[in-house]
């Protein structure tokens, strides 16, 4: 299509034409109109419409000439405009240096050029954006002024149990939790941010912080919608409620021994007139509990000790069925009373990398604990598990078992099923939580199946160590 300077040219040498034609008409209509011929003055007529006639022509050509070499810039212009308006920013308008709109063309490029990299910016930082929201462990969510999902990141849509196929719809239609609905309908009518924790129920029950605020947008800070920030602080509350635990445990089994040493002592010094067996009692029972509180306090360092990551490990590669056995050998010196033990070792030896000492220290609290819960009489079944990847050694009692929402707490500090019947047996809880450490230690694993009434079986595993990483470690 022509453009608009191309038109107003063409119609200007139309007018020209137009006025020579009528000159051209008018000595016609001259020459016929009069009656006789006059060669000298008819002759100069001729010449001055042969002369009319060739100025149109020329006139014509000049019009083509010209309009072609003013409308080929600016189609090209006009085409490369387009051409960039639809997106093709990486194309250029080329034009020669003697060209009329060479300078205009080259501006239109640089222009061209510092929009693409200031779109690839910004299409960067989106991309880097959208990466760090989708990728964080706090779940982010967006609702419209309107009550309308706008955006979600991956956390927030699996603490939601929703989809993005969600976004677009209402809040109210698509959210489970009512306290969370409540939260953003509060927030969008206040225009005042609230925080609160809120249980949400799932694949598993997480307790998260909700933060919802409102999102201010433009130069007035106009309200554009609600923004809900999710943190998950269920092991900050776990852990909350061990250190709780550990506080009140560790107080009444610091006391108690305390409490007894204080009133014998008192005792011992209040009678002047006790007999020898009295004052041998008394001091007996000083002793013990003295002994108790020890045993504590060395249990506690220990610990803490293995926790802080001074421990070396030390590991041989030896047989492992060996190592149950004296485990098996030491625990009955230790214990006075009489127990059964079942273990079938395997044909083979099973030989494994691991630290001697600790391994037997594993072996010696699992079957302290299984000695202290396992009615008399009934054995206590040690078996072996010879596997690819690891060696698994499993611990069995026949005790009342462990309730299924205890398994998770049995391995941390102080923590006791029974706790009336592990302070009659002298234990502080610590014993599984030292395991736990010490198989830890080894990159191996430590756990438990129990039923209610069917007694409880812990287990560890040990890995092995492939030929290649023995060569790598020597």
């Known amino acids: 299509m022509p453009s608009l300077f191309q038109r107003r040219l063409t119609l200007f040498y139309f007018l020209l034409i137009a006025a020579v034609m009528a000159a051209m008409g008018f000595i016609l209509y001259m020459v016929i109109d009069r009656s006789g011929f006059d060669f000298t003055a008819d002759k100069f007529l001729m010449t001055v419409l042969l002369a009319a006639v060739a100025v149109g022509i020329l006139a014509l050509l000049m019009n083509i000439l010209i309009a072609a070499q003013i409308s080929r810039p600016l189609d090209i212009i006009t085409a490369g405009v387009d051409n960039m308006s639809e997106g093709n920013l990486q194309h250029r308008i080329h034009l020669l ?24 910016e910004i299409s960067s930082v989106r991309n880097r954006l959208a990466l760090v929201l989708d ?20 956390r927030a849509a699996k603490i939601l149990g929703i989809g993005p196929e969600q976004i677009g719809q209402k809040h109210q239609e698509v959210l489970q939790n009512q306290i969370l609905v409540d939260m953003i309908d509060k927030v969008r009518v206040n ?28 130069l007035n800070g106009r309200e554009d919608g609600t923004l809900a920030i999710f943190n998950d602080i269920t092991e900050l509350k776990r852990l909350e409620r061990v250190r709780k635990d550990f506080v009140a445990n560790v107080s009444h089994d610091l006391l108690t021994p305390v409490n007894n040493i204080t009133g014998c002592a008192k005792h011992l010094l209040n009678r002047r007139d006790m007999a020898d067996q009295e004052i041998k009692s008394n001091l007996e029972s000083i002793y013990e509990q003295s002994i108790r509180l020890e045993l504590l306090i060395n249990r506690l360092m220990e610990l803490s000790r293995i926790e802080s990551g001074r421990m070396q490990l030390h590991k041989q590669n030896l047989d492992l069925t060996a190592v149950i056995n004296k485990s098996i050998s030491m625990s009955r010196i230790d214990h006075e009373q009489e127990f059964i033990v079942e273990f079938n070792p395997p044909q083979h030896p099973l030989m494994v990398d691991f630290d ?11 079957l302290d604990n299984a000695i202290k819960f396992s009615p008399p009489g009934s054995p206590i079944i040690i078996s072996v598990e010879d596997r690819p990847e690891e060696v698994k050694v499993m611990v069995a009692n026949q005790g ?21 019947r592990s302070n009659d047996s002298g234990g502080f809880g610590l014993g599984l939580s030292i395991v736990k450490h010490l198989v830890e230690h080894h990159n191996g694993k430590l756990g438990v199946e129990s039923e209610i009434g069917s007694g409880a079986t812990f287990f560890f595993t040990l890995p092995r160590q492939h030929e290649d990483e023995k060569e790598s470690a020597q």
């Open 135 to 154: 990728t964080t462990v706090n779940g982010i969510f967006t609702v419209s002024q309107y009550g309308r999902i706008t955006y979600m990141n991956r």
């Open 191 to 218: 225009y005042q941010p609230i925080r609160s924790e809120v249980k949400f129920h799932g694949v598993y029950d997480h307790l998260l912080e909700v933060n919802v605020v409102p999102l201010r947008t433009g």
């Open 356 to 366: 001697e000492q600790l391994i037997v220290q594993v072996m010696l609290n699992l």
């Open 97 to 120: 240096p003697s060209d009329e709109l060479y300078h205009l063309a080259q501006t239109i490029n640089e222009m061209a050029e510092r929009l693409e990299n200031n779109l690839i």
């Open 400 to 420: 009342e078992g462990i309730p299924p929402h205890e398994k998770d707490r049995i391995f941390e500090r102080f923590y006791r099923v029974d706790k009336e």
